[in-house]
């Protein structure tokens, strides 16, 4: 099999689009997180801090000199992705555990027996009698 028959057997298949369509709901959701943290959580919790704004917070490693910018170690912004992230992987978490609680309620559901197997239990029956 050729390695470009490979590819498309591989792009054919329901999961690829699946993935696809993960990524660009997932890009979005991560856009609508960003914002919830830093429009909406952090400044009250900059302000419980006493006014603090995260997004601006670094230190200066080197100041600026004639063209060559500054050195700047923004940790504000680290710890607006860490809440960012936070979310994020908390959400996922409610998602999985939730898609997992409705896959056990379709496990324990029982089946009824097909007809086929109502005949083989009649069977196994008569042969044990």
Same mark, same amino acid.
């Given at each position: 099999?050729?390695?470009?028959?490979? !590819?498309k057997e591989?792009?054919?298949?329901?999961?690829?689009? *699946?993935?696809?369509?993960? @990524?660009?709901?997932?890009?979005?959701?991560? +856009?609508?997180?960003?914002?919830?943290?830093? *429009?909406?959580?952090?400044? $009250? %919790?900059?302000?419980?801090?006493?006014?603090?704004? !995260?997004?601006?917070?670094?230190?200066?490693?080197?100041?600026?000199?004639?063209?060559?910018?500054?050195?700047?170690?923004?940790?504000?912004?680290? @710890?607006? &992705?860490?809440?960012?992230?936070?979310?994020?992987?908390f959400?996922? !978490? %409610?998602?999985? +555990?939730?898609?997992?609680?409705?896959?056990? +309620?379709?496990? &324990?559901?029982?089946?009824? $027996? =097909? =007809?086929?197997? +109502?005949?083989? =239990?009649?069977?196994? *029956?008569?042969?044990?009698?």
């Open positions: 099999m050729s390695l470009l028959q490979e !590819f591989f792009a054919m298949k329901g999961n690829v689009a *699946d993935m696809a369509i993960g @990524i660009i709901i997932g890009a979005a959701f991560g +856009k609508i997180v960003t914002s919830v943290v830093n *429009d909406v959580i952090m400044p $009250p %919790l900059g302000l419980l801090i006493g006014g603090v704004d !995260f997004s601006d917070k670094a230190i200066v490693l080197r100041a600026a000199i004639d063209k060559t910018p500054a050195v700047v170690l923004k940790y504000g912004a680290f @710890i607006n &992705t860490i809440v960012d992230f936070t979310i994020v992987a959400a996922i !978490f %409610l998602v999985i +555990k939730g898609m997992n609680a409705l896959r056990k +309620k379709q496990e &324990t559901a029982p089946t009824a $027996p =097909t =007809t086929s197997e +109502k005949l083989l =239990t009649e069977i196994r *029956d008569l042969l044990k009698k």
